[in-house]
């Protein structure tokens, strides 16, 4: 989910748009195949002579099907709907299936960007940003972002240049 391009400012421009890192579909991921695993061998189990055969086929598919869902589909959503904009006023992050919530930091207002990666994640490229502005909440902590380092030096060029009344270098 990105800023659609009429809702930009005059003079303001896009300069990053990026979803939270994959890590986060590992786990979705294991238990999409565990749980195809598991339902296949259940339907392959499950003897031919007995009576009600069809009916538990049946609700092992639709026990599969719900736990897919819950467990893989639902937070495949999640992180495909959550999303980060960086533009030259503002950072912006989106998240929400059904419900959307968007919290924008204006440049202007940010105060501290911090960033911290486990040994994992510094061999992933990823980590959690720390934004600390002067608006109400203060502090938003943003988890499993992709290319951190290139972000961090990404928002503090944008944020040199808001301090400086400088634009793209303008």
């Not at 099907?65 to 467990?71: A, G, K, S």
């Not at 990666?117 to 909440?137: H, K, M």
């Not at 902590?141 to 990404?154: K, Y």
Request: charged share 20%; net charge negative; aromatic share 10%.
């Amino acid at each position: 989910m990105t800023i659609p391009d009429h809702h930009l400012t005059q003079g303001e421009r896009r300069v990053r748009s990026f979803n939270p890192h994959w890590k986060r579909l590992v786990v979705p991921f294991i238990a999409l195949l565990l749980i195809a695993a598991a339902s296949g061998a259940a339907i392959y189990f499950v003897p031919d002579t007995w009576e009600y055969a069809s009916y538990a086929r049946i609700a092992v598919v639709v026990i599969g099907l719900i736990l897919m869902t819950i467990w893989s589909f639902v937070p495949y959503l999640q992180w495909k709907n959550t999303g980060y904009v960086l533009t030259t006023h503002r950072f912006s992050i989106s998240t929400g299936v059904l419900n959307k919530s968007t919290d924008e930091i204006p440049m202007a207002k940010v105060n501290t960007v911090s960033s911290d990666q486990t040994l994992f994640e510094r061999l992933l490229g990823c980590g959690t940003l720390t934004v600390e502005s002067a608006g109400e909440r203060g502090e938003i902590v943003l988890r499993d972002i992709p290319r951190i380092q290139e972000v961090r030096t990404e928002l503090f060029r944008l944020l040199e240049d808001a301090s400086d009344g400088d634009i793209d270098g303008r």
